[in-house]
């Protein structure tokens, strides 16, 4: 996929487009420097108020993970039917910052997934509806 176009994404506030690999965003105080993801609109380390938008990067390492193997409740709205759902990985990547981020995960494989190993973030499609575009997700893979 090209990231110089416009993909319909899921999580649009999330993410920052263009270059070589998507751009995960947050947020930072501006008095105290606490970093947050998703984006926070208050600092709960200083009570301030004073936020401003944060580039956690596109890199991180892989902190703990797990495999989905039974398709999530609602609010879940993959579009596939549950006789067509595919159990995905599901982990938590360390960025450079220090802050732990919940994603997808490219492979579903614990013989090849290892905590420390370094990941990349990448767009993953999320859902299809007939008719429409794709909508994709944020999510990591291996580096």
Not at 32 to 38: K, L, S, T
Not at 44 to 52: F, G, H, P, Q, V
Not at 92 to 111: C, F, N, Q
Not at 120 to 129: F, I, M, S, T
Request: include cysteine; hydrophobic fraction near 35%.
């Amino acid at each position: 996929m090209n990231l110089d176009t416009s993909p319909k994404l899921a999580c649009p506030d999330l993410l920052r487009l263009g270059g070589e690999h998507p751009v995960l965003l947050g947020s930072r105080c501006t008095d105290c420097g606490e970093v947050y993801f998703p984006a926070s609109e208050g600092c709960t380390r200083c009570c301030s108020t004073a936020m401003e938008t944060f580039a956690l990067g596109s890199f991180g390492t892989l902190w703990s993970w797990t495999i989905q193997g039974f398709q999530p409740k609602s609010p879940y709205n993959g579009g596939e039917a549950e006789a067509d759902f595919q159990p995905y990985g599901v982990g938590y990547i360390e960025m450079p910052s220090g802050v732990k981020v919940e994603s997808r995960l490219t492979l579903a494989d614990p013989a090849q997934l290892k905590i420390g190993m370094p990941m990349v973030l990448v767009l993953l499609p999320y859902r299809q509806v007939p008719g429409e575009a794709p909508v994709y997700t944020y999510a990591f893979a291996p580096a």
